[in-house]
């Protein structure tokens, strides 16, 4: 399987996370189509990329996207395949 879409977290220099995202392997180097909260942060600090979860399908992407706001686990690190199915599974289980 092609990784296609990924899970990526955009953070300060000083490693402090401002945005976690969706979207495909580009998207998290792309600074366009940001919003004015992105641009200030980005402009005044600047910003590193950290691929969070990859070789997703979309509909895990979003799932693993809106279960790292949920839960509170956006500070995720290398999320392995595996660990995105037993994230998945326990909070289709909660939400069932």
Same mark, same amino acid.
């Given at each position: 399987? &092609?990784?296609?879409?990924?899970?990526?977290?955009?953070?300060?220099? +000083?490693? @402090?996370?401002?945005?976690?995202?969706?979207? @495909?392997?580009?998207?998290?180097?792309?600074?366009?189509?940001? =919003?004015?909260?992105?641009? =200030?942060? $980005?402009?005044?600090?600047?910003?590193? &990329? *950290?691929?969070?979860? =990859?070789?997703?399908? *979309?509909? +895990?992407?979003? *799932?693993? +996207?809106? @279960?790292?706001? %949920?839960? +509170?686990?956006?500070?995720?690190?290398? $999320?392995?395949? %595996?660990?995105?199915? $037993?994230?998945?599974?326990?909070?289709? =289980?909660?939400?069932?």
């Amino acid at each position: 399987m &092609v990784a296609k879409y990924c899970i990526y977290r955009h953070s300060k220099p +000083d490693g @402090t996370p401002f945005y976690i995202g969706k979207g @495909t392997i580009k998207r998290p180097y792309s600074k366009h189509h940001r =919003n004015k909260h992105w641009h =200030n942060i $980005v402009n005044k600090y600047g910003y590193g &990329v *950290e691929i969070l979860a =990859n070789f997703l399908t *979309e509909e +895990d992407a979003f *799932e693993l +996207d809106k @279960t790292m706001y %949920q839960k +509170d686990i956006a500070l995720l690190y290398g $999320v392995s395949r %595996q660990t995105i199915k $037993v994230i998945l599974k326990k909070v289709r =289980n909660e939400l069932s």
